[in-house]
């Protein structure tokens, strides 16, 4: 419980603050919402059954393109960090893709994929690529030599040489990189569907920008937040039950 009320306990000053604010100086703005409208908000959008259907909706994106984005990035980058010479016909192609920020290739998703969630997919899976092959090669090239020679001299095969040294090695990055792509999938998510979808929280907040409900905006951005710390969370929790040695 202490350790709960530790994590939290500057964001329920900070709101305490800002309702101060308003009822101290009598402030009334609609394009500025006190805390306790937006919790009238987001009452009035849990009774709604199409804000459950966006969430969803998000959520379905997000786990898709991330999920098909590890399962390329992982044993790519395992296997480019363990031989530097296929490396190096990968590497130049990688560092010139990085850099793009993935919102810009939207209008090129939806030239080729169309509007709806194959485009999201395609976005996502950029944005969570990157931080995973990363943070995975440079834990597989950062293998000492000497772990390679001694296990080397065992005659074990590659099979085991994989699993049992190269892939424990790289799990302490390859979570790194977890963490950090499903920060940028929920990033892209929202830019995908505030561009290129009828559905999911990023074209509620675009409907709602519209409207000019920045409560329900508001709200929205809350629930993306909520959403993305408690997937951090079951990230954080799996790091810690599979590599048990670091903990």
Do not use: H
């Not at 703005?29 to 805390?35: D, G, T, V």
């Not at 951005?221 to 408690?230: A, E």
Request: positive net charge; proline residues 6%.
């Amino acid at each position: 419980m202490k350790k709960f009320i530790k994590k939290f306990i500057l964001i329920f000053l900070l709101l305490v603050i800002w309702q101060a604010v308003y009822f101290v100086f009598q402030i009334y703005n609609p394009l500025i919402p006190s805390p306790r409208e937006i919790i009238l908000a987001l009452i009035s959008l849990l009774a709604t059954p199409d804000f459950y259907f966006d969430i969803l909706a998000s959520l379905g994106r997000v786990l898709v393109g991330f999920s098909l984005a590890v399962l390329l990035a992982v044993p790519f980058g395992l296997t480019l960090g363990n031989t530097p010479k296929i490396g190096e016909y990968f590497l130049p192609l990688i560092e010139f893709l990085r850099p793009i920020p993935p919102i810009a290739w939207i209008p090129v998703s939806i030239l080729i994929f169309g509007l709806g969630n194959n485009s999201a997919y395609f976005i996502i899976f950029l944005g969570v690529f990157f931080p995973v092959f990363s943070n995975t090669y440079f834990g597989a090239a950062s293998l000492p030599q000497i772990y390679k020679n001694v296990f080397a001299s065992f005659e074990f095969s590659n099979i085991k040489y994989f699993k049992e040294v190269l892939l424990k090695f790289c799990l302490p990055y390859i979570f790194a990189g977890l963490k950090i792509g499903i920060g940028m999938a929920w990033i892209c998510v929202i830019a995908a569907e505030m561009i290129g979808a009828q559905s999911g929280l990023g074209y509620f907040i675009q409907i709602n920008r519209l409207y000019l409900r920045i409560d329900y905006m508001i709200v929205g951005m809350i629930i993306i937040g909520v959403i993305g710390y408690v997937l951090n969370s079951i990230i954080s929790g799996l790091e810690k039950k599979i590599i048990k040695w670091q903990v």
